[in-house]
């Protein structure tokens, strides 16, 4: 049974450039969300994705974005970075609705804008 | 809307000393709690989970959590900690109406030898 793994690691870009963060699910699951994590704070919800459908999104603007692909993998987008979209971003996977379950985090991704 | 509010943002402990780290949430409606750990340069981990039924709740590595409906609390126990269960712990709320959670901003456990 794999985990979850995502990529990169770490990476440094400059205010208003793109970036694109990946994430692939644990075996088996269906179900992916991301959440920010900015330095000294909780992990924040971004948005979720079941089956390839968007599935409830958090107080986050339009520039950060997502795909769930049939594989259950996913992708986050955030449009012209800003310093403050400096954070950790995690990805978890889970089967189905993830209220009452178990959420299986990747290590995430450090994003550092200058 | 949901909160949760950490109460410490450091708890340093020695070792074999018990520990409890608080947390409160703020909900009018049935919610579901949970406990979190984050080792140095890992992901979060679950620790335990509130659903319902017994108030006391015990998961892994020996830690336990209390749901105190009365005084919207959900603290995390544990009777003798180790070195090795120095992180950041979060304890987290949802309930049957959304699928995100709302994280607190986390507890740093320093345990010294």
């Known amino acids: 049974e794999t985990g979850v793994t995502q990529s990169p690691t770490h990476l440094i870009k400059t205010r208003g450039q793109q970036v694109t963060l990946r994430c692939s699910s644990q075996?088996?699951?269906?179900?992916v969300s991301w959440y920010q994590q900015a330095l000294g704070q909780g992990p924040q919800f971004i948005f979720q994705?079941?089956?390839?459908?968007?599935?409830g999104r958090g107080n986050f603007p339009p520039r950060f974005s997502g795909l769930q692909f049939p594989n259950y993998s996913s992708e986050l987008n955030v449009n012209a970075l800003e310093l403050d979209d400096s954070a950790l971003y995690l990805c978890?996977?889970?089967?189905?609705?993830?209220?009452?379950?178990?959420?299986?985090f990747g290590e995430g991704s450090r994003l550092t804008v200058l | 809307a949901q909160s949760v509010t950490q109460l410490d943002s450091q708890v340093p402990v020695f070792e074999e000393a018990p520990v409890e780290l608080r947390c409160n949430y703020s909900?009018?409606?049935?919610?579901?709690l949970f406990w979190y750990v984050q080792y140095p340069n890992q992901g979060l981990q679950l620790l335990l989970k509130y659903l319902s039924g017994s108030t006391l709740v015990k998961g892994i590595n020996g830690f336990e959590a209390e749901f105190n409906k009365s005084q919207t609390s959900f603290h995390l126990r544990k009777p003798s900690v180790h070195i090795s269960d120095t992180a950041e712990y979060f304890c987290a709320v949802s309930d049957w109406n959304t699928d995100k959670l709302i994280f607190g901003t986390g507890t740093r456990l320093q345990v010294f030898p």
């Open positions: 909900s009018s409606v049935s919610v579901y």
């Open positions: 994705y079941y089956r390839e459908e968007e599935n």
């Open positions: 978890a996977s889970s089967l189905g609705r993830t209220n009452t379950g178990e959420l299986f």
């Open positions: 075996s088996g699951h269906n179900t």
